[in-house]
């Protein structure tokens, strides 16, 4: 961005404006209430439907796992009734032949139902984290304007987290237990409709003080994510300007106050856990004193020879499956209706259109490219800045080859002209032409294709510095890489490098200087080959020997290439073909160096203030 760039000159929100995404982020993730409405859920339904032949098996060893579970029960019910009790020794044997094949069956099926279903859970959170990537990197500026970029990567990271562990763990845990009420209550109906309706109001003693009392863990749950939330969000902010931290010698306070916040959040925790406790001792002294009311009335059952023995361990055991069942389906709801609400913020993500977008039928531009752009009686404001329009009836025109330098106080209008130029924002009047193509009748793409980009903080990743050039243009050989490094004044440092090229530059190129990294973001701009090249401020904040190596970079980088560049120091545009004096949005002067100092207006006065230090 332009050197003091106001409000009016600049679209906050972008991605990577912010700094402190950590913070952003904990403050984002700390926040995930449930949703009652689950019908977000309904949204994964096309991401299911892509994989339905992986689904199959997964529901048939689901259904198989159920019925081996339930079969069980009929197997030592056998194995009383037939083998203890009135049965031979061969018959015991075979009992216990029964018994043991359905408990490997059991086993098989129920490995083979984790694995299928928490595959199928994995694949499906996959695909949704890349649709979700990939829709948000079509997204443009002004979206970002209005939104956080620490809440897209917590959308990114934290939500699609929480459906993952619903579709990888919770459902598989929800689907076996459904299965298993409804398989476990039909089996107890059919040996006893007076004892299973015993089972059923068991079932809704335990439901019941499991809502009532969870709600309030949930609560607790909540409170205590919000107070880590906080010192995660300030542990953020401290290590972020941990040399500011350290400079003012503050390491301790900063400290003190992180260890507060973790002291308030684990004082919280602790009654979450309280809350828990006594609902899990409630819930198993109901559990237990049902089952024990149901085996009384069974033992009557069999002193009266109404069932027998194994009839009443088989009821007993299916009693016990069912209420673990619906308890397991109370604790799972909480985690589908956390998955909802993290869904539905997904699926907000997922909905959000870009402003710019390719036209149904867009005009190509033509090839082989010129390189000519023009301005025609622009206006643009930024999105909710309508009263302050950042160009106003601005009209440019820069010949193929030329190049034109925009200079001007802060707030003039000249980095909106180069976010124009890319298509980031169309203006609300007027119209930007690359080659004579209207740009709103352009792909976005092919217009950006046109272009490349030298920003004064150029950002760069974090991987091999061979592959932040290559990221220009993603075919260019290795040779054409390091001819572009060695145009950009590059290639000596590079080679001096660690492991040359493919050293790792750091998180944003913080192991290079500030010259190395404009020198690597100017070879990133050669490789790409464009017949535009956009200079935003390329050598600002430089020093003497770093600015005369940029320059030398940047005089390769221009040859035989249309050139718009931003300058706040007029000395690095003396040799422009031409500049283009801009003020409140407007052009008020052009001409060359000395056309310009000559005519006495605002040129000369900012070239009076900067080569002479003459007051204005």
């Not at 869904?343 to 867009?362: G, K, N, Q, V």
């Not at 990133?524 to 430089?542: F, G, K, Y």
Request: hydrophobic share 50%; glycine share 8%; with cysteine.
């Amino acid at each position: 961005m332009s050197d003091g760039v106001t409000a009016e000159d600049q679209a906050p929100g972008r991605p990577g404006a912010g700094a402190n995404l950590a913070g952003a982020m904990s403050d984002a993730a700390a926040k995930r209430p449930r949703s009652r409405d689950i019908r977000p859920l309904g949204r994964l339904g096309p991401f299911v439907a892509a994989h339905k032949a992986e689904a199959l098996p997964a529901l048939l060893f689901l259904i198989l796992s159920t019925a081996s579970s339930l079969s069980i029960t009929f197997a030592f019910r056998y194995l009383i009734d037939d083998g203890f009790i009135s049965g031979t020794d061969a018959k015991l044997n075979e009992m216990f032949l029964l018994l043991g094949s359905v408990a490997v069956v059991l086993a098989l099926a129920s490995s083979l139902r984790y694995f299928f279903v928490t595959r199928l859970g994995e694949r499906i959170v996959a695909d949704l984290r890349q649709a979700l990537y990939s829709h948000i990197l079509t997204l443009d500026p002004a979206f970002f304007m209005h939104t956080r970029t620490g809440e897209v990567l917590s959308r990114l990271t934290t939500d699609i987290t929480i459906v993952e562990n619903l579709l990888a763990s919770s459902a598989s845990i929800a689907l076996r237990n459904s299965l298993m009420m409804i398989g476990a209550v039909t089996v107890l109906m059919v040996f006893s409709p007076k004892l299973t309706l015993y089972v059923l109001v068991l079932g809704v003693l335990v439901i019941v003080p499991m809502f009532v009392v969870g709600r309030q863990v949930r609560k607790r749950s909540i409170a205590a994510q919000d107070k880590f939330a906080e010192a995660i969000g300030y542990a953020g902010e401290s290590l972020d300007a941990l040399d500011t931290v350290q400079a003012f010698g503050r390491e301790k306070s900063a400290a003190d106050r992180f260890v507060g916040a973790v002291e308030i959040a684990f004082r919280t925790s602790v009654k979450r856990i309280t809350a828990r406790a006594m609902m899990t001792a409630l819930v198993m002294a109901l559990i237990s004193g049902g089952i024990a009311t149901v085996l009384w009335l069974g033992a009557y059952a069999v002193r009266s020879h109404e069932m027998t023995v194994g009839e009443l361990l088989q009821f007993a055991m299916l009693s016990v499956m069912a209420a673990g069942a619906i308890g397991a389906l109370g604790e799972v709801w909480g985690e589908v209706q956390k998955a909802s609400g993290a869904m539905a913020r997904i699926s907000e993500l997922m909905e959000a259109r870009p402003t710019i977008a390719a036209p149904a039928h867009p005009i190509p531009l033509p090839t082989p490219a010129l390189g000519e752009i023009a301005f025609e009686a622009v206006t643009f404001a930024y999105p909710g800045r309508d009263d302050a329009p950042a160009l106003r009836s601005f009209s440019m025109h820069v010949r193929p080859g030329e190049t034109v330098a925009l200079v001007g106080p802060s707030g003039a209008g000249k980095s909106t002209v180069l976010r124009l130029l890319l298509r980031f924002y169309d203006p609300q009047s007027g119209s930007v032409r690359i080659d004579d193509v209207d740009l709103k009748d352009a792909d976005p793409k092919e217009v950006r294709a046109r272009c490349a980009l030298v920003a004064q903080d150029a950002s760069l990743f974090s991987g091999p510095a061979i592959d932040n050039i290559r990221f220009g243009r993603e075919e260019a050989t290795e040779a054409e890489i390091r001819e572009a490094a060695n145009q950009a004044e590059a290639e000596g440092f590079l080679n001096a490098l660690p492991e040359g090229f493919q050293t790792k530059i750091g998180e944003k190129a913080k192991t290079l200087s500030g010259g190395q990294r404009q020198r690597l973001a100017i070879a990133r701009a050669l490789v790409r080959n464009a017949p535009i090249l956009l200079l935003d401020e390329a050598t600002s904040a430089l020093d003497a020997e770093n600015e005369r190596l940029v320059q030398n970079a940047l005089a390769r980088a221009m040859t035989g290439r249309t050139t718009v560049v931003i300058a706040h120091r007029l000395a690095t545009v003396l040799k422009a073909d031409r500049i283009v004096v801009m003020d409140e949005g407007r052009v008020v002067e052009q001409g060359t160096h000395h056309e310009l100092s000559a005519k006495g207006g605002l040129y000369a006065k900012l070239a009076r203030l900067q080569f002479a230090g003459e007051p204005a």
